[in-house]
């Protein structure tokens, strides 16, 4: 098992940047894959970017993010980042870091919320304008 502690959200104004930590328990981080989802007051949860088990090599975005978030990982501090640069007050939202370890048998990232078997408390993000 592994537990997930986020960091990081507060609220900032149009345009301004953010970097969201998840710190994970244990020592097999690195088997893990990871991911950010959010979910917005009356919204489903929805995926906003992943990285892949190991040294991720690879990363996944929406179309909603691409280009504005970036996902990175450290094995060595058994850490998660998400940098959000030109937030808009669409990206308003409970930010979650989530893990799984389905993707060490191959395949695509996983981009659905039930891939992932772990998850955070959740960290707020309020963007206004």
């Known amino acids: 098992q592994v537990q997930l502690v986020e960091s990081g959200g507060g609220s900032v104004q149009a345009g301004a940047s953010l970097r969201l930590s998840c710190v994970a328990s244990g020592r097999t981080f690195s088997t893990y894959g990871m991911a950010w989802f959010r979910q917005a007051p009356g919204k489903e949860r929805e995926f906003v970017a992943a990285?892949?088990?190991?040294?991720?090599?690879?990363?996944a975005y929406p179309d909603s993010v691409k280009g504005r978030f970036t996902i990175s990982r450290d094995n060595g501090k058994n850490t998660v980042y998400l940098q959000m640069n030109g937030l808009i007050t669409d990206d308003t939202a409970v930010y979650y870091c989530?893990?799984?370890?389905?993707?060490?048998?191959?395949?695509?990232?996983?981009?659905?919320?039930?891939?992932?078997?772990?998850w955070g408390q959740g960290t707020q993000v309020t963007v206004s304008s």
């Open positions: 990285i892949k088990w190991g040294s991720g090599s690879e990363t």
């Open positions: 989530a893990a799984e370890q389905r993707s060490l048998l191959g395949g695509d990232l996983r981009r659905q919320v039930g891939d992932y078997d772990y």
